[in-house]
């Protein structure tokens, strides 16, 4: 059924105004068919594929592989990319601190479409490996990167998520994001990759949102044996990157010498 809309503002175009409608109606990585997005945005099917059309010529839109549904195309991922290019060129010195001083992978992640986006990675010169690389996408509630960005993220976000789990996984993972809050970062212990355990920590923006996170990752025993000494070097590193970004103070929800008390027991635990 078409919804009628009407506007105030003669200078919206409308059919930029129903294009981003529906790019705005996907969910996460999902695909939909033509009827579920003519539902979704409210447009009448001829109208709809139009603007599909039109949206896949440009690469903001793809046919999914049976050619009959859609997702979200990998123009949206360069755009998100480019977006966050001044955090990235922020953190690639502080980065390569953390890569020398521990000697394992180093990930640069944000969120995007509800998942966790790689922007950037250094690999551990030692010969364990993991499976992400730059442009890997992984979930939030098993990531260490993907919880440090929700504990301090907009509190609806982190209820939809939260609502996408079954209930045990819930109460667990509401528990651990205010234990993230407490100490300043997270962490994945074989969640999301067995074998693989990570620390990872919030960077935040001048309007002190939690728009991405950096983590150390590496195989368990020995991620395990150093974990407070990596989390509290990532509570500090990350603490340096959201200065340059504009963050003043210490992490939301805790007093500047709150997250330097922290920082100093953790390091000498």
Aim: charged residues 25%; aromatic residues 6%.
């Amino acid at each position: 059924m078409k919804v009628k809309r009407s506007t105030s503002d003669r200078y919206v175009v409308e059919a930029v105004d129903r294009a981003l409608d529906l790019l705005e109606v996907f969910r996460d990585s999902e695909d939909l068919s033509l009827n579920e997005l003519c539902k979704r945005a409210g447009q009448n099917k001829s109208r709809t594929f139009r603007l599909l059309h039109t949206l896949a010529r440009r690469g903001y839109v793809e046919r999914a592989a049976d050619g009959q549904r859609f997702k979200l195309g990998l123009k949206l991922f360069e755009h998100a990319t480019h977006f966050r290019r001044d955090v990235k060129q922020i953190a690639q010195p502080f980065m390569r601190q953390l890569h020398r001083q521990f000697n394992e992978t180093i990930n640069l992640a944000v969120i995007h479409n509800g998942e966790v986006l790689y922007i950037d990675l250094l690999e551990s010169s030692r010969t364990f490996r993991m499976s992400a690389m730059i442009g890997s996408r992984m979930p939030v509630a098993s990531t260490s990167l993907g919880k440090a960005m929700m504990s301090y993220g907009p509190e609806n976000e982190r209820e939809s998520l939260l609502r996408q789990l079954p209930s045990p996984q819930a109460r667990r993972l509401r528990q651990e994001l205010e234990t993230v809050r407490q100490r300043g970062y997270a962490l994945d212990r074989e969640e999301n990759e067995p074998g693989v355990a990570c620390v990872g920590a919030p960077i935040f923006d001048g309007r002190g949102g939690a728009v991405a996170a950096m983590s150390v990752s590496g195989p368990v025993a020995r991620m395990v044996k150093q974990e407070k000494q990596i989390g509290a070097t990532l509570v500090e590193i990350c603490g340096e990157i959201s200065r340059y970004m504009g963050f003043v103070g210490g992490l939301p929800g805790r007093s500047s010498n709150e997250a330097k008390a922290f920082v100093r027991a953790s390091g000498s635990a």
